[in-house]
């Protein structure tokens, strides 16, 4: 991943809050028979060093990637359009354009694929508590009938990516004067406002 300087993201937390953050990563494998491999599916940073999910038993991925190779999850937190009309330089001097902020972080590892029963449903129930436990009445794998759920197992195999590797990249404005950068929260503001939110942070 190709990061500018301005930009490096490095400190572990803020990394592992990009991966959180994220709501749809992309797992990308290397195949022989097909080159790449990539599919769009949820992941849990599980610890630091493991990313779990599942896939469909369908998805060729599971089967035809290189086990001996590394695979890439990629993640994206916030990202945003920037208006050259946000910045404080445009009414100075004119010579502004457009640009795009985000933040992402790329995992390499080590893909594991999970089929034992027992361990699959395990992924399952830690994956939907994951994303049902900030809603007022959260629903829980226990309660949709047990014949259901295994026949639901079926249809998947879980993922484990055993990370060895993190990069990340926080583009937020850090490169503009402090004025340009305050005209991009309050531009974003009504837009975007994660993404002012996210600018704001770097002022601190």
């Excluded at 896939?55 to 001996?68: C, I, T, Y």
């Excluded at 354009?97 to 830690?126: K, N």
Aim: aromatic fraction near 6%; hydrophobic fraction near 45%; proline fraction near 7%.
């Amino acid at each position: 991943m190709y990061i500018p300087p301005a930009f490096v993201e490095t400190r572990p937390e803020e990394l592992h809050a990009i991966m959180r953050a994220a709501s749809l990563p992309v797992l990308v494998s290397p195949t022989a028979a097909t080159g790449l491999a990539a599919t769009h599916l949820p992941l849990m940073l599980e610890a630091p060093d493991r990313l779990v999910g599942h896939m469909a038993r369908a998805n060729p991925h599971w089967r035809e990637f290189d086990p001996h190779a590394e695979s890439l999850a990629i993640f994206t937190a916030v990202d945003g359009y920037v208006s050259p009309s946000w910045y404080a330089t445009k009414a100075e001097t004119g010579k502004v354009v457009p640009t795009w902020d985000y933040q992402a972080v790329h995992a390499h590892g080590r893909l594991e694929i999970i089929e034992d029963r027992a361990a699959l449903l395990d992924i399952v129930t830690r994956l939907t508590s994951r994303y049902e436990s900030p809603r007022a009445t959260p629903w829980a794998v226990s309660d949709a009938p047990e014949d259901y759920i295994q026949a639901m197992l079926n249809g998947i195999v879980g993922v484990v990516l055993h990370i060895t590797r993190l990069e990340g990249v926080a583009k937020l404005s850090q490169n503009k004067s402090l004025a340009d950068r305050e005209g991009v929260i309050a531009g974003a503001e009504a837009e975007n406002p994660a993404l002012a939110a996210a600018v704001r942070r770097t002022l601190d």
